[in-house]
C-alpha cells in the first residue's frame, strides 16, 4: 500500500487526524452588522467624545474651532475650577443634591421593589393577578404625565420645594417591582423558603436574610436604573423645587444654559463653557457607576429577560 502524503485522507480506514475546523456559518463575519454595530457604537459615544472636547474649549472656542477636535490652547483644568467657584460654589451643592436625591431614592425603590417583587412571586393571596396587572399598566405610563398630579398633591400637603418632593416618588418604579418579580421566581427554590419556615424562622427575617442575598444580582440592575433614572431627572425638580440650593444637576445647569443665552455677547455668555464642563462632571459618577456594578446588572437583565 503507497503511503499517504501529506494532506491526503489515509487509506487504511482510519479517521483521518483533526485539523483546523473551518468556521461554521453561525461564526462568520457579517458586513452589514459589523457596519450596523459600529454605527450604533458611533451613535452612544460620539455625544460623550463631543462633551470631553467642548470641555476643554473656552466659550469663544466653542463657535470658532472645529466641534470634533480639541483647541489648540485646551483649558479644562481652568475650567473645572470655575465651574466649582461659580456662584460661590453652588454647582458643588447642586452635585451633592444630586447625589442625595439618586442614592437615596435608589436604595429605597430597590428595596421596596425587592420586597413587592418577592411578594407577588412566592405568595398567593386574593387579587394577586389583578393586583400585579395594575402593575404592568402603571410601566406604561409616562413619569411625565405624572408630575402635575403629583405636584397638586405634595402641594396639599406642604412637601413642594423640599427634598422629599423628588426622593418619595422616586421610590415608585413599576417596572423595578416587576424585573424582581420575574427575578425572584427563579432565583429563590421554594425548598428553601419550606426548609427555613420549618426551623422556625419569620418571614421577615426569611426576607432579609435569605431571600435578599439571592436576589442580589436583580436588586442591584433596580438600583442601577432608579440612580440613572432619578439622576437624569429634570422636569419633576423643575415644578417641585422652587430654591437654587435645592436643585440637582440638571436643573442647576439649566439656570445657567439659560443666563449664557440671555447675556448675548456679555460676560454671562463664558457660562456656556461652564454648563458643558458641569455636565461632563455629572457623567462621570454614572459611568464610574456602571463600571463598578456592571457583572450585577448584566446578570440581573438575563435573568429579568427569560420567559416564565
Known amino acids: 500500500m503507497p503511503p499517504a502524503t501529506a494532506g491526503s485522507p489515509p487509506t487504511d480506514g482510519t479517521p483521518a487526524p483533526r485539523g483546523r475546523r473551518r468556521p461554521s456559518a453561525s461564526m462568520r463575519r457579517s458586513t452589514p452588522l459589523t457596519i450596523a454595530m459600529l454605527a450604533a457604537l458611533a451613535y452612544f459615544l460620539l455625544p460623550l467624545f463631543?462633551?470631553?472636547v467642548a470641555s476643554t474649549k473656552s466659550a469663544q472656542d466653542l463657535f470658532n474651532s472645529f466641534g470634533l477636535w480639541f483647541s489648540r490652547a485646551p483649558q479644562l483644568p481652568a475650567n473645572v475650577k470655575e465651574t466649582f467657584?461659580?456662584?460661590?460654589?453652588?454647582?458643588?451643592?447642586?452635585?451633592?443634591?444630586?447625589?442625595?436625591?439618586?442614592?437615596?431614592?435608589a436604595l429605597g425603590a430597590a428595596?421596596?421593589?425587592?420586597?413587592?417583587?418577592?411578594g407577588f412571586a412566592k405568595f398567593r393571596f386574593r387579587g394577586d393577578r389583578a393586583a400585579f396587572n395594575l402593575v404592568l399598566g402603571a410601566v406604561m405610563i409616562p413619569a411625565t404625565a405624572l408630575a402635575i398630579p403629583t405636584y397638586l398633591l405634595f402641594a396639599k400637603v406642604e412637601l413642594v420645594n423640599t427634598p422629599w418632593a423628588i426622593i418619595l416618588p422616586s421610590l415608585v418604579n413599576p417596572f423595578g417591582l416587576y424585573l424582581m418579580r420575574v427575578y425572584a421566581q427563579d432565583a429563590i427554590p421554594d425548598s428553601i423558603l419550606e426548609a427555613a419556615r420549618i426551623d422556625g424562622a419569620g418571614e421577615a427575617r426569611i426576607f432579609f436574610t435569605i431571600a435578599l442575598r439571592l436576589l442580589a444580582p436583580g436588586l442591584v440592575t433596580v438600583l442601577l436604573f432608579t440612580?440613572?433614572?432619578?439622576?437624569?431627572?429634570?422636569?419633576?425638580?423643575?415644578?417641585?423645587?422652587n430654591d437654587p440650593n435645592l436643585y440637582p444637576i440638571t436643573v442647576g445647569l439649566s439656570s445657567w444654559a439659560a443666563q449664557a443665552q440671555n447675556g448675548?455677547?456679555?460676560?454671562?455668555?463664558?457660562?456656556?463653557?461652564?454648563?458643558?464642563?458641569?455636565?461632563?462632571?455629572?457623567?462621570?459618577?454614572?459611568?464610574?457607576?456602571?463600571?463598578?456594578?456592571?457583572?450585577?446588572?448584566?446578570?440581573?437583565?438575563?435573568?429579568?429577560?427569560?420567559?416564565?
Open 227 to 241: 440612580l440613572v433614572a432619578t439622576w437624569n431627572n429634570y422636569f419633576l425638580p423643575l415644578i417641585m423645587l
Open 264 to 308: 448675548g455677547a456679555g460676560a454671562s455668555s463664558d457660562m456656556l463653557a461652564l454648563v458643558v464642563t458641569g455636565s461632563l462632571i455629572s457623567v462621570l459618577p454614572l459611568v464610574v457607576a456602571f463600571l463598578l456594578l456592571q457583572r450585577y446588572w448584566q446578570s440581573g437583565l438575563a435573568a429579568g429577560g427569560v420567559k416564565q
Open 111 to 118: 428595596l421596596l421593589a425587592a420586597a413587592a417583587g418577592y
Open 50 to 52: 463631543w462633551l470631553v
Open 85 to 105: 467657584t461659580q456662584d460661590d460654589g453652588v454647582f458643588v451643592n447642586w452635585l451633592l443634591n444630586t447625589v442625595m436625591y439618586a442614592v437615596v431614592s
